[in-house]
């Protein structure tokens, strides 16, 4: 790193004493100029005029430049406007005509963004359309985008302007919320423009044919990504919902979203195996009846992931042409039988209510009899359900299914409410037509959630209710009460955080397939074995449901009350404070936005409390055991090099900025990538999930590590320095350059400089309390910077431009790195990583000042 010493502390003392005294002076200058401003107004005798000619005066002497003269001016005379005599209403319609003329030519001529007061004072608003539109044309003609949309917003010409010479511009410079507000209240626009952001989804679109019709435009690479079908068919479908446009009038976007969740359901079944056919049968035959292209997208997709026998069938069953079936298909079904074609013929047998043996051993069972599940979808079973459950000190669990939505607008309608209480689940059937919409069915929910005397056990309560009432259009009239609700998310969120590894814990096997996650993986945690979620993503509006359907809804309800009494069996064993119940519950959307605003001093507290704790609180849990804990001395940050994996890119940035050699892979990288980083520089990996089972076999033992991804980037930084015993210090902290992967050097202006000296110099400006900021850092010679050309040996150039002017008088001394030139400098951003990384920083009693 390179360090220039601009100026001392004295003159920085200087300079603020001088700051002070010219901004006290000037606020008495801007009360003795408002006083003047305001007496030369009543002076005039016709002060709308008068403004105008005070205003030409300003912008023929300064125009085209950024002034704020004449918007003081205009602040000052809104200001003053009260006054009778700063009305049109007392001028003729000549004399109101001319004025209001006068100022849009002001406007036209000058500078265009002071628009608001002018039409507020002159009121261009009543002018006549043609001289509005003249206005608009003239200002997009200068390129002013933005101000010409909303001049035309504000004076109501939608309707009289072609949509997409407005808006088109404006989108492409990555302002489509501009757009949307352009076409807030007409119907038809909105329509217009939400039909122009699907036709670029179209796969023979072409950006660069849009981009020169508008030569003028220069697109910074981020705004053209921008312009990507991906992103794109986003805001379609969020302008679809917001606008409520049917989905037909957006084929393009709809068929790359379906066709994106065809993708996502192949892998779920045939590739992670996580869906059960059945189920990925149900949301196929819905996706592609009917359209040709995703059908034959679904032939391609089966060759590729199932065989040509499934890909004949699906082939057979929507009479594809010869001509757009897969190589190999036509020669298939010529091979099969009409039976064998047939779709259903691949269905499994009639279900048991008991599942496989081997579902048994690796899953976690429900423990009740078929006879114990009870289907209600009629009102007299609705009435013996309510009087089984709300009696006093019942506890329920209470889950909700509905239907996934792939490649429609979502609308999460609830299908099916279980109701688990200790021998029985009831299965609340809102598709039944009887109860779905009664009364009696809303009344019941409403008390159930109200009863302060049973508690209610769920997992993710607020995304169900979120739901409920998505089902239900009365709660949003009067909305949800809730009363004696534990989330058992909270619980699972504070079992995270705790030291679990004393007692009571059972271990978690590390098995194949996707890693468990949210409820499955509390189930495993607490009670052995995760849940069986192959009919998580089923098709829950189908009726009748199969058994395995009706099995799977009745056990994510009733593992909530096992789940529940096994904690409050032994509550401190696991961590936990005595009483779950205090544990804080979910509130509604209303209550959360009333406590939005949050007391720093609170969470400071919060954060003093958790470091009070912090050898319970950051003890290694099960997920470190199993990989071989590193069992090495300790070391320094620099002396640890690691790689993370693409989804651990908020840790590489932590750690980075504490000192350790952290490569980091890109978004697109495949997770080998890591394994060959690690085998070539002598890397640990850290990843997270499913990866880790692939990774670890292709290094050497310990040279994995996996990371629990519900975890904070910042918690999990401080686990990989616990787990490799790093003692970190606060000279580590910045020490690494943030961009390239080079240590950094630091020369010094007037040439080299030893450590001990450069010290002092640097932190002479801190305040006396607390660490000094002493990176590991050396002076480089002079030859380390050429100074004609500004550049290192490496080839990189100093980034002056990237340090702000105000800064130059306030820091003493700034570090380059010599691999890319980057400059850096101390500021309020040391301090808060020395907060946030106290309890594993290891201060010298010589590192403070006190």
Known sequence: MLATDISGASLTTIVGKMLIYYFLSMWDFLKQLRQVLAESFSQMKEPLAGLLDVLENCFTTQKNKSTTLPQFILAEFTRWKTNPKASLKGLGDEARLRLQQQALGLLMDSQPGYMEPLLT??????????????HVSFLHDCCCYKEALVFSVKVDLQKDLDMEKMCVPLILLDKLPLAEMYVRGHSNLQHRLVTLLDSWCDPDFNIQTLLSQYPQLVLSKHQTDQIQPKLLSKHVFRLMEKFCIDPSMCLNSVYKRKLDSLRFLMYKTFGEKSMSEDNWRDHVQAM????????????????????????????????????????????KIQSLSPKQLEINSVSAPSES?????????KY???????????????????????????????????????????????????????????????????????????????????????????????????GDLRSLVSTWPELKEEPLKIEGVLDLLHIHQELQRCWLGRRGR????????PAEKGLSLLVQQVLGKPLNKMEQLSNWERRPLRTSQLRYAATDAYCLLDVYLTLSKDPKGYGLQEDLRTIPSIQTSKSRKEKKPKDKSNKAKRREARQKENEPHFVEDEGFKVNSEYQGPTITPQELRVVCDNMLQGLGRYLRCLGVDVKMLENTDDHKVAAEMARADGRVILTAGQPYQSLRSQVAEGRCLTL???????????????????????????????????????????????????????????????????????????????????????????????????????????????????????????????????????????????
């Open 121 to 134: 004072i002159y009121q261009l608003s009543s002018l006549e359309k043609p001289l509005l539109i003249e």
């Open 708 to 850: 629990d991804c519900s975890e904070k980037a910042r918690d999990q930084a401080v686990r990989v320095l616990r787990h490799f015993h790093v003692y970190l210090t606060p000279a580590d902290i910045f020490s690494r350059c943030q961009v390239s992967l080079l240590q950094d050097i630091v020369p010094k202006r007037d040439g080299c400089m030893p450590q001990a000296e450069t010290q002092a110099d640097y932190n002479s400006w801190r305040p006396p309390e607390g660490p000094q900021f002493t990176p590991h850092c050396r002076w480089a010679p002079h030859t380390a910077l050429d100074p004609q050309t500004l550049k290192f040996p490496s080839g990189a150039e100093v980034q002056f431009e990237t340090v702000p002017p105000g800064l130059l008088p306030r820091i003493p001394v700034y570090f380059i790195c010599t691999g890319c030139g980057k400059v850096f400098w101390e500021g309020t951003h040391f301090d808060r990583v020395l907060s946030q990384f106290q309890e594993v920083l290891h201060i010298e009693d010589g590192a403070t000042n006190a």
């Open 288 to 331: 592609v009846e009917g359209h040709t292209e995703l059908q034959v997208q679904l032939l391609q997709l089966l060759v590729k992931h199932c065989s040509l026998q499934t890909a004949a069938q699906w082939s057979a069953h929507y009479a594809i042409p010869r001509n757009r079936l897969p190589i190999g298909v036509w020669d």
């Open 506 to 513: 059972r271990s978690v096997e590390v098995s194949e397939g």
């Open 364 to 462: 976690y069972q429900f423990p009740l009899a078929r006879e114990n599940i009870h289907f209600v979808k009629t009102l007299d079973e609705l009435e013996r359900c309510k009087e089984a459950v709300l009696k006093d000190g019942f506890v329920v669990g209470v889950d909700m299914e509905w239907r996934a939505c792939f490649g429609t607008i979502p609308s999460q309608h609830v299908a099916l409410i279980q109701l688990a209480m200790q021998g029985h689940v009831f299965l609340l059937d809102l598709c039944a037509h009887d109860i779905s919409q009664h009364s009696a069915t809303v009344g019941f929910i409403r008390a159930l959630l109200l009863h302060k005397n049973i508690l209610k056990l769920g997992y993710g309560m607020c």
């Open 353 to 361: 209510w008991m599942p496989p043996h081997s579902d048994q051993q």
